[in-house]
């Protein structure tokens, strides 16, 4: 059984920092490629960052590149994503995924294992 389960979300004011966390269990965590999306009140779920399995090769969503970074650290099974600058419009449950590939990628169908999610609320 895989899981995979998010922590570090809350509630921090504008231009504030946060830092995601997302440990995977049950399996061989290294192997494949992560992302995390995010889903705010009333709108679909949403791309944020995708890395590779290796951590070589990473995307972002336009409207976090160069606020967000995804970074991994496969001996410790983790994966993270580290968020500066946030704005009100980042306010949303932010959701760790797994996927059954190597490489990263933005497609929410590529993605097989899901956290509960943890929420992020960026005041104003």
């Known amino acids: 059984q895989v899981q995979v389960v998010e922590s570090g979300g809350g509630l921090v004011q504008v231009g504030g920092s946060l830092r995601l966390s997302c440990a995977a269990s049950g399996r061989t965590f290294s192997g494949y490629a992560m992302g995390w999306f995010r889903q705010a009140p009333g709108k679909e779920r949403e791309f944020v960052a995708a890395i590779s399995w290796s951590g070589g090769a990473t995307y972002y969503a336009d409207s976090v590149k160069g606020r967000f970074t995804i970074s991994r650290d496969n001996a410790k099974n983790t994966v993270y994503l580290q968020m500066n600058s946030l704005k009100p419009e980042d306010t949303a449950v932010y959701y760790c995924?797994?996927?059954?590939?190597?490489?990263?990628?933005?497609?929410?169908?590529?993605?097989?294992?899901w956290g509960q999610g943890t929420q992020v609320t960026v005041s104003s």
């Open positions: 995924a797994g996927s059954s590939v190597t490489y990263a990628t933005r497609n929410m169908g590529g993605y097989d294992y």
